[in-house]
Structures are given as C-alpha cells and as structure tokens.
C-alpha cells in the first residue's frame, strides 16, 4: 500500500486529504450523508493507485538501433516497440528515451490506450554531431490514470550501444613515389649497363647524403642526382595520427583535431583498399591498427571504431624514440608541432623512405588566425621540408580531397592546400 501510495500526484494527494477532511466533519458534524461521500473519495484515489500498480508491472519493450554504426552528419533512426500482457485495460504511457546531447534532442511519446493484442511501434531519428560511444537509454515510461490521480514511473530498457565514427570523405589517386603508389616524384630508373641492378635517382634535396650522389646521372643529366633505395609498397604504409589536446584548437565537431580524425580515416581506408597495408599510430609511436590490404568491410569498421573511441591525448610534446613507420613510407596528420617535436619526428627517419605530412594551422580553427599562416605554422612546415618532408598546410575550409590531391604533388615541389605558400 505505501508503494501505491507514493505513486499519487499532486491532485491524487489532494483528493484523498479532502475525502480525509470530509470523512472527520462528518463525525463531529454526525452527517451520514457526507461520511458516505468522504469514504468514495478517499477511496477513489487509493483503488486508482492500486491499479496502477498492478498494470505497470505488464509493461514491455524492445530498442533497436539502425544502423549501429553511423557516421558523424549521417542519420540514423531508432525504433522501439511497446506492449503490454494481460486483459486489463491500461492507462495514458508517457515514453522518454534517454538520447545524449550530441545525438540530437530527447525524444518523448504519449501512448493514450495500449492495445493488449498487439505492439506499438515508435520511431525517432538520431543526427549524431560528434563521434565516440554514445549510450542511447534507458527508455522511461510514466504510466498515468485517465484522472491523472496517479502515476509511476517505470525503466523498460536499459542502454544500448551507438559507435560514432568519424566522417570518411571520397579520395582519388595515390600519392607518386616508390612506395605509396604509381606516379612520378622527380625519380628516373636508370640502367647501368651491362650485368647492374636498374637504379632509381632523382633530384638532390637539402640535406642528402652527398655519399648517395649518382655521378654518372649527374654527368649525364649536368645536375646533381642521388640514388635512392628503392622501397616496395607492400611493406604498407603507416599514417601517424598527432591527437595531442594541446596541439589542436575549436571545440566541437568544428574542432581541428575532429578534421584531423577524419583526414586519417579517409586516407587509411583509400589506401587499404587500393590494396595497401595500412598501419595507423598516433605522435607517440603506439599502434591503434594494423590491417591488411584488399576488399572487407570488417576491416574498415576497425579503423573506424578504433578512431571513434579515441580521446584526445593530454600530452603536451611528441615523444617517440624510434621511426613511428618502422621503414614503412610515413603520412603524418600533425596538428601544432613545436620545433622539438619537429626533430622528434624526423630524427628515425630513413632520408631514402618517402615521409608526407599534412600540417593543420590550428589556430585559424579557433577563428582568431589572420588570413596568411602563422608564423609558427609556417616556421613549422620549413623544417619539415628542410628534413625532406612533402609538406601541405590545411585550414578548416580547405577540402579533404584538394589537401590529398595536393599530397600527392608534394614529391615534385612543396604545396600548401588552397594556394597559400
């Protein structure tokens, strides 16, 4: 009865201290009359709460997310079913599914009959902003009478998982070089003669080993060429994730390192499935991934729960230590990187393996940058290439696949996304 009882509303109360009220002037005032209204008053409100009571407990439901993997901007939608057991008949159901900020707003349904012979089928869509693990739930019912003299609350269903992936977008081509792919970067395979391997030269950067010149190609060619050690593709292709907070600017899905996040699942998927083995680590050297190359949906799905459950890193500097390739050709998404970070990163490298890095200018994702690059960011992408990076310098409205067209020039000269130099 106390448990009953506590499901009264404001007007239930009301009504059971006025037949209450009633109930003792009808013994001092001796009215039978307004004694027999009291009795039917407060029992009016304790008959609804006990029937509430036992039909809340025939209440059932069921959730389904589809899909259960979505992308960020994408929709989804999410049913639910209701239904009830038993012949008695049920009151007015008020529906609350508990939706998390970021997949949109809390949807809420009023049921005024639930049939007993059949299931009620509710839907609402889900337009998830930001990636990660959502939990959808728990789903909520409020079973009211149709005086409104009681109600309880009720959990029908607990949480279901949403995995948020970050936006893949559309790229075409590989970047030219001897190992991400086919196309030209100022390399020429020569043949020496007679009984010698085919050797690849190209032009001499700042910065080479002046041991590597070909002085045979350069006599030829009347200007300096270097040998490089050819590299076959199928050692796979690493792309270095920089996820620092420290290192990105914005807040939101307009955040710098949520572009960044993309960015790596787009060029980790096209590579994959161009048939390339793509390993993904972030600016510490850790591995999130490492897949083989061909066709699987299966595979793609692991880089993109790996990167919707990734958090942003609290620390402040690049520490690796070792090559964060292994030998491998090297992408790097780099957000703000200081000049030690710099050196960290280009310390292990091989001057003969090709290393592509696309610097985000961060600061012009918080709104504050002037329209050319800052000068960090510049100062930045100069010793990157001064090591012999192909470098391309990204803004919040520079299209994805421009910066990857553009990565894919950076053997032949150095290119800054949007045409700022």
């Known amino acids: 009865m106390l448990r009953a009882l506590s499901g009264l509303t404001t007007r239930g109360r009301c009504l059971l201290a006025a037949g209450i009220a009633a109930a003792v002037c009808s013994l001092v005032l001796n009215e039978r009359d307004l004694l027999r209204v009291a009795v039917f008053v407060v029992a009016l409100p304790l008959l ?67 049939p007993h012979d059949r299931r009620v089928l509710l839907r609402y869509p889900l337009r998830p902003g930001l990636r990660g693990i959502q939990q959808v739930g728990p789903l909520r019912a409020t079973i009211t009478d149709p005086f409104g003299l009681c109600e309880f609350d009720r959990e029908l269903i607990g949480h279901s998982r949403l995995v948020v992936v970050p936006q893949v977008v559309p790229l075409w081509g590989l970047p030219g070089g001897s190992g991400v792919g086919a196309g030209e ?40 060429m270097v040998r490089v050690e050819e590299r076959p593709w ?3 292709t690493t792309v270095l994730l920089d996820h620092r907070a420290a290192a990105h600017h914005g807040s939101g899905p307009e955040a710098s390192l949520e572009w960044a996040v993309s960015f790596a699942a787009s060029v980790a998927l096209h590579l994959r499935r161009a048939g390339h083995r793509v390993r993904l680590v972030t600016e510490h050297g850790l591995t999130l991934t490492d897949i083989p190359g061909g066709s699987g949906e299966g595979h793609d799905n692991v880089v993109l729960d790996t990167l919707a459950a990734l958090p942003a890193a609290h620390q402040r500097d690049v520490t690796l230590g070792h090559d964060p ?6 992408i ?41 690059l800052t000068a960090a960011t510049e100062d930045s992408a100069a010793l990157l290439r001064a090591a012999g990076w192909g470098v391309v310098v990204a803004g919040p409205r520079t299209p994805m696949p421009e910066v990857w067209a553009d990565l894919g020039r950076t053997g032949t000269r150095t290119s800054v996304a949007g045409g700022t130099r």
């Open 185 to 224: 970067d100022g390399s020429v395979r020569l043949h020496s003669g007679q009984g010698e391997p085919d050797v690849i030269v190209r032009h001499y950067r700042t910065g080479d080993d002046m041991r590597k010149v070909h002085w045979r190609s350069t006599a030829r060619r009347d200007e300096i």
């Open 48 to 114: 609804v709460a006990a029937y509430i009571a036992a039909t809340r407990l025939r209440l059932g439901a069921a959730r389904a997310l589809h899909p259960e993997r979505i992308a960020v901007g994408s929709t989804g939608e999410v049913h639910l079913e209701l239904w009830r057991s038993g012949r008695l008949p049920g009151g007015e159901v008020l529906l609350e599914d508990g939706v998390p900020y970021p997949l949109g707003t809390r949807p809420r349904f009023v049921v005024e009959r639930l």
């Open 325 to 330: 390739a292994e030998g491998q050709e090297l």
């Open 234 to 236: 199928r050692g796979g």
């Open 332 to 372: 790097a998404v780099l957000g703000t990187v200081s000049a030690e970070s710099v050196h960290e990163l280009t310390r292990y490298r091989p001057r003969g393996t090709r290393s592509l890095a696309v610097l985000l200018d961060t600061p012009s994702w918080a709104g504050t940058a002037p329209d050319h």
